[in-house]
C-alpha cells in the first residue's frame, strides 16, 4: 500500500488565505509516501508545508508559481504505475480529455496528474487515467465556477490504485472514492 | 562596628565550638537532673550569642545551633515540671537569676513556652510579659533573633479562636496584639540597623538587611494565620495598625518589603474589601520606593483571583476596584517625575490585564487605560527602548486576544494613538500581530470603515511611512510581512455589493501607495476579489429600480484595469498580462465584448512590448491562446483581428518547436466544441499545415546543422492533433491524409539513425489508440476502418 497526495492550485495568497482548517487536520506527516502537486501554490511557504508532509515532493509549475524553475512536466514510477504531473494551463483547449489524452500518450504513462481548472475529474480512456485533484483551497477560477476544496489520495497496491477524492462541500468533507485496474506491465490500462 | 571575611569565619568557628563545648556538659548535667549545673552551662553556652563579631547570616548559623539545644532544654524543662520535682513558676523564677540578660531572656523565653503548655497561666499574660521583657535588648541583630525565637515558640500557642490557650473571650485581640507587638520592635530594630556605621558601607549594611527581612515578615504571616482575624478585624485593627508601623519607619526598605508582604500573605478577597485604605498608603512611603512593582503585584493578584471564579466579580464592581487602581496609578506616575517610562507602561499593562479580566464588557475602561498611556506617551519622541516597547506590544496584544477580534479593538479610539508612538520596527510586530490574530481567528472585517481603520493601524505594513524604512529590511521577512498582507485582503468582505465595492475602493487606495516592492504582492488579491465580486453580481437580476448602483461589472473593471496598471510600475508585465486574461474572461461572462476586447489589447501589448524572454513568452502566448479559446463574446471581426494576432505571434516564437507547438494550439481557436462554438475546419486545416510546414523546416534545419534528424515527435504530435479533428468530424481532415501522415512518421523514423525511445514510446501508443478506436465498432470504428496501421 503506497499512499501518494494529488494536490495543486492553491494560489495562496493570491486567490486564498490558507489551506481550509478540516484538511490541515487531515494532512498529517509521515503517512504519506508520495506528494505530486500539479502547481500554482504560489508561495516558498506552501511548499514547505507540502515538504514537511513528505519528503518525496514533485510539483510542476504553475503559470503563478513564485519559483519559475519547477519543471513544464514530470514522469515518476510508482510500483508498478507509471505517474505523469502537468499543470495542465500549457494544454489546449484547457481541460479538454483528448487533449488531455495526448500528452498522456506523449509521456506514456498509466496516470496523468493534472490541474487548472479547479475542478475534480477521474477520466478512464483507453490509454489510462487522467487525475485533476481540483483546487485544495476552493480558489477563484475562470473556468470552473464554485469550486469546492479538493484533493485526492491515491492508493496504490499492485496493479490496482484506488482514487479517493476528498471534498469540502458547505463546511463537512465528503470521501468517494473509484477504483482502476491495470491489466499487466507493459501495456498501459485498460 | 562589621566584621570582616576571614576573621568572621574563625568567629564562627570559635562561637560554634563554645556553644558545643558547654552543651556537652549541660546534657551530662540534665543526665544527672541536676538543674542547676544545667542551667549554669546553658547561660555560657547562651552567651556565645551575645558576639557583636559576625554578620547576620553567620550570627544566624550560630543561632541555629543554639536553637537546637534550646529546644532539648525545653523538653527536659517540660518533664521536669510534668514530674512535679520544680513548678513552672519556679522554674520561671529561677532562669531570671541568670547574669546577663541575653541568656536569661531566651531560657526565658522557652520556660515561658513551657508555662503556657502547662495552663497554669493564662497565655495572654505570659506573651505579654515576654514581649516586654524582650525589650532588654536593643542592639538590632541580637534582638531581632531574639524576637524570631519568640515568635517561632509562641505560634502555636497563640490564644486563638479555637485553640487550646483560648482564654475566656476576646482572647483572641491580646493574639494580635502580641503579635504585632513583636512585630513592631521588631521592625524598629531592623530600622536602626541602617543608621549604624559609617556611610561609605551603606550598600553592605542595605545587604545585610536584606537577608533579615524574612524575620520581620514572618510576624505578618502568623497573623494572617491567626482563625480569629476575620475580615473585620483585620479591617479595622491589623491592617492599620501595620500600615502605620509601615508608614512611620519611613525607611525605603522596610517599606518596600512590607507591602509587598501585606499583599502576598494575607487573602486577595481581604485586599479588595480594603482597598482604599492599602492604596492610600502608597503616597505617605518615601518617594524613592519602587511602588510600581508593589502596584503590579497587587493588580496582577487581583486579576487572578477575578479569574478565579465568576462569583467573584460582582464585588469588583461594589468596591469600584477599577476606579481606585485607576487613581492610585495616576497619583503615583504623577508623584514620580523620575519613573522612566518602561515603568508607566508595566503598570498600565497590569492594569489593562486587571481590567479585561475583571471588567471585559467596559470598552470605556479599557479605552482609558490607552488614553493615559498615550498621554503618558504624548510629547516624547518615538520610544526607543526595546523594554518599553515590548511592554506596549504587549498592552495592544492583551484585548486583542481576550476579545479574539480585531473589531473590537477597532471601537477603541486610543488604540491606533497608542501605535502612532511605536518605532517604525516596531509597529510594524504589532501589525503583523494584529493579522495574525485575524488570521487564527478567521474573523472577516465586513465594512468599508473598519477596513480603512485596520488599514490605518497597519500602516507600517502598506506603505514606507518614513524614508528611512527602505533599508536593512530583511528580504524573506519583507516577502513574509507582504503576503500576509496578501492573505488579509481575503478576509475582507460583505455580501452586499455595494458595500464590498467600497471595500475594494478603500484597499485599493492604501495598496497603491506601497510603491513598486509591495505592488506584486498586494494588486493580485485585490483583483481576485473584485473578480468575484463581478461573478456574485453576474448571478443577480438587474438592478434595484430606482436606486442609484455604483456596483456594476463595467465599474468594477474599470477600477481593475486601473488597479493592474499600476504593476507597470514595478515592472511586473508577466503579471499584469496574466490578471488582463482573466479579466477579458470575466468581461466575456458578463457580455461585455469591447471590455473584453481591450483586456486582451492590453495583454497583446505587453506581450509585444514588454516580455522579451523566450520562455516566458512561449508561456505567454500560450495563456493567451488557451483564454482566446474560450471567448464566445467576440464577433467575427474581433475574434479575426485577435486570432490573426495569436497565431502571427505563434509563428514568430524563437525556437522551431515552440513555434510548431503553438501554432497547432492555435488551431483550436478556430474549432469550438459546443452547440454554437465555431467550427471552421478549413482554418484548422491551414493551422495543422502551417505546423507541418514548421515541423518540416525543423527537420532540415537539423540535418544541416548537426546532421542528425530533427524532433520527429512534433510530427507525432501533429498527427494526434489531426486524429483529434477527425474525430470531431472536421470535413477537412480526411483518413488520407491521416494515412499519408502516418506514412510519413514511419519512413522518417526508419530512416533516421539514432532513434528517440521517447518518441517510439509515443508513435506506439497512438497506434495503439487508433487500434482501439477501429475496435470500437458503431460510427467511430467505421470512420477508423481506411486508416491502415
Do not use: A, L, R, Y
Given at each position: 500500500m503506497v499512499l501518494v497526495l494529488a494536490i495543486g492550485d492553491l494560489h495562496i495568497p493570491h486567490r486564498a488565505p490558507d489551506l481550509p482548517a478540516k484538511f490541515k487536520s487531515m494532512l498529517v506527516p509521515g503517512k504519506i509516501q508520495h506528494i505530486l502537486c500539479t502547481g500554482n501554490l504560489c508561495i516558498k511557504e506552501v511548499h514547505d508545508y507540502l515538504k514537511s508532509l513528505s519528503p518525496d515532493l514533485h510539483i510542476t509549475r504553475g503559470e503563478y508559481d513564485e519559483d519559475v524553475r519547477y519543471p513544464e512536466n514530470k514522469t515518476l514510477s510508482i510500483g508498478q504505475f507509471k505517474l505523469g504531473l502537468c499543470?495542465?494551463?500549457?494544454?489546449?483547449?484547457?481541460?479538454?480529455l483528448d487533449s488531455l489524452a495526448m500528452l498522456q500518450r506523449q509521456l506514456d504513462i498509466d496516470i496523468l496528474v493534472t490541474g487548472h481548472t479547479h475542478q475534480f475529474k477521474a477520466y478512464k480512456h483507453e490509454g489510462g487515467v487522467i487525475i485533476n485533484p481540483g483546487s485544495a483551497t476552493g480558489a477563484y477560477s475562470s473556468i470552473t465556477y464554485d469550486a469546492n476544496p479538493s484533493f485526492v489520495l491515491m492508493d496504490i497496491d499492485g496493479l490496482r490504485v484506488v482514487v479517493y477524492v476528498y471534498e469540502l462541500i458547505d463546511g463537512e468533507v465528503k470521501v468517494d472514492k473509484i477504483d482502476f485496474k491495470k491489466t499487466a506491465t507493459t501495456q498501459s490500462a485498460h | 562596628m562589621l566584621p570582616h571575611g576571614d576573621d568572621e569565619e574563625k568567629w564562627l568557628a570559635e562561637g560554634i565550638a563554645g556553644i558545643q563545648h558547654n552543651a556537652f556538659y549541660m546534657h551530662r548535667a540534665l543526665d544527672s537532673n541536676d538543674l542547676k549545673d544545667a542551667l549554669r552551662y546553658s547561660v555560657q553556652m547562651l552567651s556565645e550569642l551575645r558576639t557583636s563579631l559576625l554578620s547576620p547570616h553567620k550570627y544566624y548559623e550560630l543561632y541555629m545551633r543554639a536553637f537546637d539545644e534550646l529546644r532539648k532544654m525545653e523538653m527536659f524543662f517540660r518533664e521536669e515540671t510534668a514530674r512535679g520535682t520544680i513548678s513552672v513558676i519556679e522554674l520561671y523564677e529561677l532562669v531570671q537569676h541568670a547574669g546577663n540578660i541575653l541568656p536569661r531572656l531566651y531560657l526565658l523565653c522557652t520556660v515561658g513556652s513551657v508555662y503556657i503548655k502547662s495552663k497554669e497561666a493564662p497565655a495572654k499574660d505570659v506573651l505579654k510579659d515576654l514581649v516586654e521583657m524582650c525589650r532588654g535588648i536593643q542592639h538590632p541583630v541580637r534582638g531581632l533573633f531574639l524576637r524570631s525565637y519568640l515568635c517561632q515558640i509562641s505560634r502555636d500557642k497563640l490564644p486563638d479562636i479555637g485553640s487550646e490557650y483560648e482564654g475566656d473571650a476576646d482572647t483572641v485581640s491580646h493574639a494580635i496584639e502580641f503579635v504585632i507587638q513583636n512585630f513592631t520592635e521588631m521592625n524598629k530594630l531592623w530600622v536602626r540597623m541602617q543608621h549604624q556605621g559609617p556611610t561609605r558601607e551603606k550598600d553592605k549594611r542595605e545587604k545585610e538587611r536584606s537577608q533579615l527581612r524574612d524575620l520581620v515578615g514572618k510576624n505578618l504571616h502568623v497573623l494572617s494565620q491567626i482563625e480569629g482575624v476575620d475580615l473585620d478585624i483585620y479591617k479595622e485593627t491589623v491592617l492599620p495598625r501595620v500600615l502605620e508601623q509601615v508608614v512611620n519607619c519611613k525607611d525605603e526598605l522596610a517599606q518596600h518589603y512590607l507591602m509587598d508582604c501585606i499583599i502576598q500573605v494575607f487573602p486577595d478577597e481581604y485586599h479588595l474589601q480594603t482597598l482604599e485604605t492599602l492604596l492610600g498608603a502608597f503616597p505617605q512611603l518615601q518617594p524613592t520606593v519602587d511602588i510600581k512593582t508593589v502596584l503590579s503585584q497587587l493588580m496582577d493578584r487581583l486579576s487572578i483571583y477575578a479569574a478565579s471564579s465568576i462569583e467573584v466579580l460582582p464585588e469588583f464592581l461594589q468596591v469600584e476596584a477599577f476606579s481606585k487602581l485607576s487613581n492610585a496609578i495616576g497619583k503615583v506616575i504623577e508623584a514620580q517625575v523620575d519613573m522612566p517610562v518602561v515603568g508607566a507602561i508595566t503598570l498600565y499593562v497590569s492594569l489593562l490585564t486587571f481590567t479585561l479580566r475583571v471588567h471585559p464588557d467596559r470598552l470605556d475602561y479599557v479605552d482609558q487605560v490607552l488614553g493615559a498611556c498615550v498621554k503618558k506617551l504624548s510629547g516624547r519622541a518615538k520610544l526607543e527602548d526595546s523594554r518599553a516597547t515590548k511592554q506596549i506590544v504587549a498592552l495592544l496584544s492583551a484585548p486583542l486576544e481576550k476579545y479574539n477580534d480585531i473589531v473590537t479593538a477597532l471601537k477603541l479610539p486610543n488604540y491606533p494613538r497608542v501605535m502612532d508612538h511605536l518605532d517604525n520596527g516596531t509597529n510594524k510586530v504589532m501589525a503583523v500581530v494584529i493579522i495574525q490574530s485575524i488570521m487564527k481567528n478567521t474573523t472577516c472585517i465586513s465594512t468599508a470603515d473598519k477596513v480603512e481603520a485596520l488599514f490605518e493601524l497597519i500602516k507600517g505594513l502598506i506603505r514606507d511611512v518614513d524614508e528611512t524604512q527602505d533599508d536593512e529590511i530583511d528580504e524573506e521577512d519583507f516577502k513574509e510581512e507582504q503576503n500576509s498582507v496578501a492573505r488579509l485582503i481575503h478576509m475582507l468582505h460583505n455580501d452586499d455589493p455595494e458595500e464590498m465595492l467600497k471595500i475594494i475602493c478603500t484597499v485599493r487606495k492604501h495598496i497603491i501607495l506601497g510603491g513598486p516592492k509591495r505592488l506584486p504582492f498586494t494588486v493580485p488579491p485585490l483583483v481576485f476579489s473584485a473578480l468575484k465580486l463581478v461573478r456574485h453580481l453576474q448571478g443577480q437580476d438587474g438592478d434595484v429600480i430606482g436606486e442609484e448602483i455604483s456596483a456594476t461589472p463595467k465599474k468594477i473593471f474599470q477600477i481593475l484595469h486601473q488597479t493592474i496598471e499600476a504593476l507597470l510600475s514595478v515592472p511586473s508585465p508577466e503579471l499584469a498580462l496574466r490578471l488582463y486574461l482573466q479579466c477579458a474572461e470575466a468581461a466575456n461572462d458578463c457580455d461585455l465584448e469591447p471590455v473584453a476586447y481591450e483586456f486582451f489589447t492590453q495583454a497583446f501589448i505587453l506581450y509585444e512590448e514588454e516580455v522579451a524572454d523566450s520562455k516566458a513568452q512561449v508561456t505567454a502566448i500560450h495563456l493567451i491562446i488557451g483564454t482566446l479559446q474560450r471567448m464566445n463574446v467576440f464577433g467575427v471581426e474581433n475574434r479575426d483581428t485577435l486570432t490573426h494576432k495569436a497565431t502571427g505571434y505563434s509563428a514568430k516564437l524563437l525556437k522551431k518547436p515552440d513555434q510548431c507547438r503553438a501554432v497547432y494550439a492555435c488551431s483550436h481557436l478556430f474549432w469550438v466544441d459546443e452547440q454554437d462554438g465555431i467550427k471552421d475546419g478549413e482554418r484548422v486545416l491551414l493551422c495543422l499545415k502551417r505546423a507541418l510546414r514548421i515541423a518540416n523546416a525543423a527537420q532540415q534545419m537539423a540535418n544541416v546543422t548537426r546532421g542528425s534528424s530533427g524532433p520527429v515527435v512534433l510530427f507525432i504530435e501533429i498527427l494526434n492533433k489531426y486524429l483529434y479533428f477527425f474525430e470531431k468530424g472536421n470535413p477537412q481532415v480526411t483518413s488520407s491524409v491521416l494515412q499519408g501522415l502516418i506514412e510519413l512518421i514511419k519512413t522518417e523514423m526508419q530512416t533516421d539513425g539514432s532513434s528517440d525511445p521517447s518518441a517510439d514510446a509515443f508513435f506506439a501508443s497512438t497506434l495503439r489508440y487508433i487500434q482501439f478506436q477501429k475496435q470500437k465498432g458503431g460510427a467511430m470504428g467505421e470512420k477508423y476502418d481506411p486508416i491502415k496501421i
Open positions: 499543470h495542465g494551463h500549457q494544454i489546449v483547449p484547457w481541460g479538454d | -
